[in-house]
């Protein structure tokens, strides 16, 4: 069970949460676990949360396209790591598909070939063999489409062995 912060009344708990809201973009499960972690009865929480989507405070998909746009342009996450990660949020599906449908591919591809390429080279030893695997797990567990890692990762290791 998560601690307990200070409990507050429902009426501390959103104004604080409003406050919240109006600085930074927040999804239901996250207004939930802070509701939770303030003490609030499940009764009392839901009627918060009602209140807070209401009053567009909280808006899903406001937030799935918030998390989006940050994941790729700052993390440089993949598609398929973004989807799961709002998944696990809970955020509805049709607002994560809407989100990403704004993802540029191409742009996504450039960003993996950067990192890949940066991988690379903080790679030492081994074959081209061994290489070009630890790079495909790396581009994978940012997210990105086998196909795309897999086209990336030849690309790169075509290059290092006209390099040699």
């Known amino acids: 069970m998560p601690e307990v912060e200070k409990e507050k009344t429902p009426r501390q708990a959103l104004a604080s949460l409003m406050r919240l809201c109006s600085r930074s973009e ?38 799935a396209a918030s998390y989006v746009r940050d994941k790729v342009n700052l993390s440089g996450w ?19 598909e809407r989100a990403l449908s704004a993802v540029d591919k191409d742009g996504g ?25 630890k790079i495909i797990r790396y581009g994978l567990s940012l997210g990105f489409d086998y196909e795309d890692v897999l086209g990336v990762a030849d690309k790169i290791c075509r290059d290092e062995q006209d390099e040699d």
Request: charged share 40%; aromatic share 4%; proline share 0%.
């Open 26 to 63: 927040k999804c239901i499960s996250d207004a939930r676990r802070l509701l939770r972690r303030w003490g609030i009865s499940d009764a009392d929480a839901e009627a918060v949360v009602r209140k807070l989507v209401s009053e567009r405070f909280i808006d899903e998909n406001r937030y």
């Open 78 to 96: 993949g598609v398929h790591k973004i989807r799961a990660a709002l998944a696990a949020k809970g955020v509805a599906k049709d607002a994560v």
């Open 109 to 133: 591809r450039c960003r993996l070939l950067v990192r890949m390429e940066r991988k690379m080279k903080s790679i030492s030893g081994g074959t081209v063999y061994e290489k070009r695997t």
